[in-house]
């Protein structure tokens, strides 16, 4: 099973500041790697797919990089909307056993 | 846009059968673009990922969860369902249904649509 890495577990900005989360792959996934965003009591929301191209309707303010085992997402300037709980995915194993991250809370400072 | 309602069994007690089900409506369960997974997410916790089922009835699973899962495709109803037998208080959580979508051609799926979410409580 590939464990995948989040850091900070908790991240504390201002907003209209950058905001840089981390995770990170005990192997390599190439960029088969998501982002999703969940709020309290919702669904989560695809942000970020193949390690860097934002899904239908995001902002751009939302940013991904990264391949093999080291990625970031990357929010420029944060909106009041976007403090909520950030979850990687890899989607590369074969046979497929999705993992995620176990989250960066994104917090009003 | 893509919907997926999902609906079933609210509070279990230890030893019974989960049972979910996924209604998709604005595509369909037999495009051959796409995996149905289920994904749960136990109070406070993270996700977990429980399988998927493709078109052709490929069903892939957690090996964590395999020897009690069972994930079925309805195309005539356009729904999907999750089956959980012998649960215990572990299996408490939320479940989501969700649409996967490959653009690698390699069957490597993202999560690009979810369900609302169904909370399951397993409970004496």
């Known amino acids: 099973e590939i464990v995948m890495t989040q850091s900070p577990a908790t991240l504390s900005v201002s907003p209209g500041e950058r905001a840089t989360l981390s995770c990170r792959a005990s192997?390599?996934?190439?960029?088969?790697l998501a982002w999703y965003q969940q709020k309290p009591g919702q669904a989560p929301r695809l942000l970020i797919y193949g390690a860097s191209t934002r899904a239908t309707g995001i902002p751009a303010r939302f940013s991904g990089s990264g391949s093999g085992t080291e990625f970031t997402l990357t929010i420029s300037s944060l909106q009041s909307e976007d403090f909520a709980v950030y979850y990687c995915?890899?989607?590369?194993?074969?046979?497929?056993?999705?993992?995620f991250g176990r989250g960066t809370k994104l917090e009003i400072k | 846009q893509l919907q997926l309602q999902g609906s079933g069994s609210g509070v279990l007690k230890p030893s019974q059968t989960l049972t979910l089900t996924c209604v998709v409506s604005?595509?369909?369960?037999?495009?051959?673009?796409?995996?149905w997974n289920w994904i749960r997410q136990p109070p406070g916790k993270g996700l977990e990922w429980i399988g998927y089922?493709?078109?052709?009835?490929?069903?892939y699973y957690n090996p964590s969860l395999q020897s009690r899962v069972t994930i079925i495709l309805d195309r005539s109803k356009n729904r999907l369902s999750l089956r959980l037998t012998s649960v215990t208080a572990a299996d408490t959580a939320v479940y989501y249904c969700a649409r996967g979508v490959d653009r690698t051609g390699y069957s490597r799926y993202y999560l690009d649509s979810w369900g609302q979410g169904a909370q399951v409580t397993v409970s004496s």
């Open positions: 192997q390599s996934i190439t960029s088969n």
């Open positions: 089922i493709h078109l052709r009835g490929t069903t």
């Open positions: 995915q890899q989607y590369n194993n074969w046979p497929p056993l999705f993992t």
């Open positions: 604005g595509d369909s369960v037999s495009a051959s673009a796409y995996s």
